[in-house]
């Protein structure tokens, strides 16, 4: 049981044991992300750091190479990702341009055997389609302020998970600022600010409570786990996760070895069950050996009538008493013959 334990934990181990390197960044920067994999398909998979904001709560396949070529499979991605290196020569490298804030999260490379370089990239205020969003939290409150990155005074409008903030009665703005009252888990996504001049001119925050930023992170993770299989027919094409090659293949190994531990069992019990039965069955077949005493019997009137007594060896031998005296007896009765069976020596 101990070695079975050993072996299930040791590809978790291996997995988790992945590098994993540190991005910051501000908006809008081109991020490279360096894979080296010699064995195809590699994949690249992202996991929201800010579930509400990215409006994604798993984990995503979002780049897949192989023989066929690559592609971006998530929608929010196209056009923003671009593979650079040889992959003949193993070079995965990964570049994310026009980067945003809701682009936070873990970004791992793998190839079909295990996880081969991880990172966690995560931004810094600044400013995206100049625009640029600050951010000053009080006690309870929180205010977002939103300004035009050129100097220029413009109007701006605000959207809170695609919808206008004037349906939120937790808010109060004053010309380009906004201000929640007490931030609950109601307020946490995304913050949008545009101009209302130009509307391509905008920018956005993800905002989230500090104390529940775990727990969020371990829901996502749940709904994870749950999630089916990789179909690369359907899933991949679709953009629609699904359990990694690595993870799979973690648990290929543990089924794998659970059943090999079990026939082993088996195996072993009954050969020594049949053991066990064969042993049984040679003691039960063994000759049954009796040493009883010899018996001596003689002759009757109806042999010679020597008195000479021999003891011959024999097993066993059926004996014809029989009367000697001829005498006549009615027809209708049948001569008195006993058989008895008696062990000589």
């Known amino acids: ?50 579930c509400k904001c990215a409006e994604e709560s798993s984990m995503k396949v979002i780049y897949t190479i192989d023989m066929h070529g690559n592609k971006t499979t998530v929608q929010r991605f196209k056009k923003r990702l671009t593979l650079r290196g040889d992959p003949r020569a193993g070079e995965h490298a990964l570049v994310l341009s026009d980067s945003v804030m809701s682009d936070s999260g873990t970004y791992s490379c793998a190839d079909a055997k295990t996880t081969v370089q991880s990172y966690e990239l995560e931004f810094t205020a600044g400013c995206y389609h100049n625009v640029q969003i600050e951010i000053r939290s009080g006690p309870e409150a929180v205010t977002l302020s939103c300004s035009s990155c050129d100097g220029r005074n413009q109007d701006f409008s605000w959207m809170f998970n695609r919808k206008p903030v004037s349906d939120l009665h937790s808010i109060r703005q004053t010309r380009n600022l906004i201000t929640i009252q ?73 089924l794998v070895l659970i059943v090999m531990v079990l026939v082993t069992s088996l195996w072993l019990y009954r050969r020594k069950r049949s053991r066990r039965s064969k042993q049984k069955l040679a003691d039960n077949s063994a000759p049954n050996c009796d040493f009883s005493p010899p018996v001596s019997v ?46 000589i020596k």
């Open 298 to 343: 003689g002759t009757g009137q109806a042999m010679t009538g020597t008195a000479t007594q021999e003891e011959v060896e024999v097993q066993y031998a059926s004996i014809n008493h029989g009367q000697t005296k001829r005498q006549q007896r009615p027809l209708s009765v049948e001569e008195s013959t006993v058989y008895s069976a008696v062990k």
């Open 182 to 254: 007490k931030v609950t888990a109601d307020e946490e996504g995304k913050w949008i600010c545009a101009s209302m001049d130009d509307p391509s001119q905008f920018s956005e925050y993800c905002l989230d409570l500090g104390s529940k930023i775990q727990h969020r992170r371990q829901d996502c993770r749940k709904n994870t786990t749950q999630m089916p299989g990789l179909n690369k027919n359907d899933s991949e094409t679709d953009g629609k996760g699904g359990l990694s090659d690595p993870l799979k293949a973690v648990i290929v190994v543990a």
């Open 1 to 50: 049981m101990r070695t079975l334990l050993a072996l299930t934990v040791l590809p978790w181990l291996t997995l988790s044991s992945t590098t994993v390197k540190y991005i910051t960044v501000s908006p809008e920067t081109e991020v490279d992300f360096k894979c080296n994999a010699t064995t195809l398909p590699v994949r690249w998979m992202w996991f929201p750091k800010h």
